[in-house]
C-alpha cells in the first residue's frame, strides 16, 4: 500500500520561500510522475507541477518563475519550493500522483503567509 | 495558459441522473486531454473518480461514468445518492502545461 508523508514550514512572512517535502513508502517511486497541487482555502485546485524519478519536471507555466521541485536528499522523497512567497501563496499544498489507479495523495499540509 | 470550465453548481435529486461537464478554451475536449474526474468531500484530500476519459478505478462506483459529449468531457451520475454530495474537479491534460485544473462543480443532492 503506497502512502504519502509530506512535512514542511506552515507559517511563512511575505517574500520567504516555501518549502515542503513528500516521502513516498511501499511502491515503486519510480513508476510514477509525481505533483505538487495546491488549493486555497474555498477555493479550487491548481497543479503547480511534477517530477518523475529522473528528476525530469514540468511546471505550471503561471508559477515557473518561482517554483522548482526536485529529488529529496533521501530515497523515494521530493520536494517543493517557492520563492517570494505571497498571501495568495496561502493554501493546502498535496503531494500525489496522477495515474489513474495510482491515486495517491499526501495529507495536506496548510501554508499560511502572513506577516 | 489554457483555461478549464465547468458548471459552478448542479442540483440533483436523490435517486436522480445528473451530467458535469468540462470544457476547453483552447477548443474541443478529447480524449487526447486524457479527462479526469476528480471528486472531493470537504476536509478530505480529492480522490480520482475517472481517468482518461472513461476509465474507472476500483473504487469508483457504478453509478459514476465518463465521456465526451458535445466537445466537453462529461461526468454522469446515474442515481444519485446522499454521499455523492461533493466537489468535483476535471483536469485535462494539455502539451507543455502538462495539467490544468478546472474550477469545480459544488453538486447538491437535495
Known amino acids: 500500500q503506497v502512502q504519502l508523508q509530506q512535512w514542511g514550514a506552515g507559517l511563512l512572512k511575505p517574500s520567504e520561500t516555501l518549502s515542503l517535502t513528500c516521502a513516498v513508502y511501499g511502491g515503486s517511486f519510480n513508476a510514477y510522475y509525481w505533483s505538487w497541487i495546491r488549493q486555497p482555502p474555498g477555493k479550487g485546485l491548481e497543479w503547480i507541477g511534477e517530477?518523475?524519478?529522473?528528476?525530469?519536471?514540468t511546471y505550471n507555466p503561471s508559477l515557473k518563475s518561482r517554483v522548482t521541485i526536485s529529488l529529496g536528499t533521501s530515497k523515494n522523497q521530493f520536494s517543493l519550493k517557492l520563492s517570494s512567497v505571497t498571501a495568495a501563496d496561502t493554501a493546502v499544498y498535496y503531494c500525489?500522483?496522477?495515474?489513474?489507479?495510482?491515486?495517491?495523495w499526501g495529507q495536506g499540509t496548510l501554508v499560511t503567509v502572513s506577516s | 495558459q489554457a483555461v478549464v470550465t465547468q458548471e459552478p453548481s448542479l442540483t440533483v435529486s436523490p435517486g436522480g441522473t445528473v451530467t458535469l461537464t468540462c470544457g476547453s478554451s483552447t477548443g474541443p475536449v478529447t480524449s487526447g486531454h486524457y479527462p479526469y474526474w476528480f471528486q472531493q468531500k470537504p476536509g478530505q484530500a480529492p480522490r480520482t473518480l475517472i481517468y482518461d476519459t472513461n476509465n474507472k478505478p476500483s473504487w469508483t462506483p457504478a453509478r459514476f461514468s465518463g465521456s465526451l459529449l458535445g466537445g466537453r468531457a462529461a461526468l454522469t451520475l446515474s442515481g444519485a445518492l446522499p454521499e455523492d454530495e461533493a466537489d468535483y474537479y476535471c483536469?485535462?491534460?494539455?502539451?507543455?502545461?502538462?495539467?490544468?485544473f478546472g474550477p469545480g462543480t459544488k453538486v447538491t443532492v437535495l
Open positions: 517530477i518523475n524519478h529522473s528528476g525530469s519536471t
Open positions: 500525489a500522483s496522477l495515474e489513474g489507479e495510482a491515486d495517491y
Open positions: 483536469l485535462l491534460s494539455y502539451s507543455g502545461a502538462r495539467y490544468v
